[in-house]
C-alpha cells in the first residue's frame, strides 16, 4: 500500500514539474503597429496578457514558450531577420520568449513588446505571399525607402541653420542627469544630418529635448554618459537623432550602445543618463 502511495505521489511531482517547466504565455496585441529592426520586433498596441504568472525570460535556454496573436485595421508589413517579408492584417508570432508589456510616452491604454526574432521559430500572416511575389512586394518598399531619403536630404538643408540659435538649452540640460529609461533603433540618417550604423555608439533624445526637427539642434554632436540601474554598466554615446515619441527622461540607443549595458531580450532598460 504504502508503495502505491509512494509510485503516486512521485507522478503527481513529475506532472506538477512538466507543466511548470513548459510555461505557456499568450499576448494578445488589437490595433497593433510593429516597426522591425535587424535584430527585434517592436510591436505597440492594445496588449492582453494571458497568462498572469508568466516571467520575464533572461536565458536563451528556458522553458518558455509564448504565443502572439496580432490584428491591426490597416494592413502592416516587415521583415524579419531572414530578410522574409510578412504582411496582413493579422500575425501570429510564437517565440521561446517572453517580456512584460511595458507603457511608452503618450501611449495612453497602449504598450509596447520587443521581441527577438533569433527566439522566435514561426511568424505566419494572413496575406504572407509566395516567394515570387515577396520579391516584386521587397522592389516596391526600396522604391519607398528612396522616397524617404529625399525627404530627409530635405530636412539636413534645412538644419545647416540651426548651429548658433539652440545653444541655450543644451548648456542648462549639462547642469544634471534624468532618471529614466533606455531603448534601441536602428540608425539610418539622422536628425542631426549624419548617417550611422547599428555598431556606431550614438543615441537619440526626446522631442523636448531636441527642439524644432526643422532646424539642427545644439544638442547634436553632445556626449552623454548612460548607466545601467540594474548592473552599473555604463557606455558612452553622442546624440545624432531625435527620437518622437520619447519623453524627456527617455534616451534610444543604437544595437552596440545598447549592448553595452544590457541584454536585447529585455527591450527597455532603467537608467541613469547625463551629458559630460
Known sequence: MKAIQLYVLIALICIVHVAFANTKCKLSVDKAQLKASGSHLRIRGHVSVGNSHCKPTKDDDNDVSTTITLSSKKRFSFRDAKGETHSGKKCTITANWYN?????????????????????????????????????????????????????????????????????????????????????????????GEWNDNNDMIAAVGGELYGSYSKKSSVCGKKVLVTNKANGKSVKVTITDACESCDKTHIDLSPAAFAKIGKFDTGVLKVEWHYI
Open 100 to 192: 512584460t508589456p511595458d507603457k511608452y510616452h503618450h501611449s495612453g491604454k497602449n504598450k509596447e513588446v520587443y521581441v527577438p526574432f533569433r527566439l522566435a521559430h514561426s511568424i505566419d500572416c494572413d496575406k504572407d505571399a509566395k516567394a515570387s511575389t515577396k520579391k516584386s512586394k521587397t522592389t516596391t518598399k526600396k522604391k519607398k525607402t528612396t522616397t524617404k531619403k529625399r525627404k530627409t536630404t530635405t530636412k539636413k538643408r534645412k538644419t545647416t541653420t540651426k548651429k548658433k540659435s539652440h545653444k541655450t538649452s543644451s548648456v542648462s540640460s549639462q547642469s544634471h542627469g534624468f532618471d529614466g529609461k533606455a531603448t534601441f533603433f536602428t540608425p539610418n540618417q539622422g536628425a542631426c
